[in-house]
Nanobody
Framework: VQLQAFGGGLVQAGGSLRLSCAAS????????MGWYRQAPGKQRELVAT???????AYADSVKGRFTISRDNAKNTVYLQMSSLKPEDTTVYYC???????????????WGQGTQVTVSS
């Protein structure tokens, strides 16, 4: 099972970006998918998560600006980021956990990271 993230890039403050992350491989089910971010020298922090049932959680710093969603049929999670601020600049990582096909265990995976840069 692997995760591949797409999106990211450079945007001016106040602008929008959309990240997506697709899980592929021997997947039976995915429980939680989400996005985290990590600035240099700092711990990785939660941005937003979403369960298979659609329950969401957000960091206070992004509430009202970011929206997480997922397409269970495509094993894909999205992060729509609006009203971006320079302090949102960092590397964003997608996350997923779930069960593998054939009863071969569970997985907890991170995507490769995608850079988001917001210019002032």
């Amino acid at each position: 099972v692997q995760l591949q993230a797409f999106g990211g890039g450079l945007v001016q403050a106040g602008g929008s970006l959309r990240l997506s992350c697709a899980a592929s491989g021997s997947i039976f089910s995915i429980n939680v998918m989400g996005w985290y971010r990590q600035a240099p020298g700092k711990q990785r922090e939660l941005v937003a998560t979403i369960t298979s049932g659609g329950s969401t959680a957000y960091a206070d710093s992004v509430k009202g600006r970011f929206t997480i969603s997922r397409d269970n049929a495509k094993n894909t999670v999205y992060l729509q980021m609006s009203s971006l601020k320079p302090e949102d600049t960092t590397v964003y990582y997608c996350y997923a956990d779930g069960a593998r096909l054939g009863g071969s265990g569970f997985f907890k995976l991170w995507g490769q990271g995608t850079q988001v840069t917001v210019s002032s």
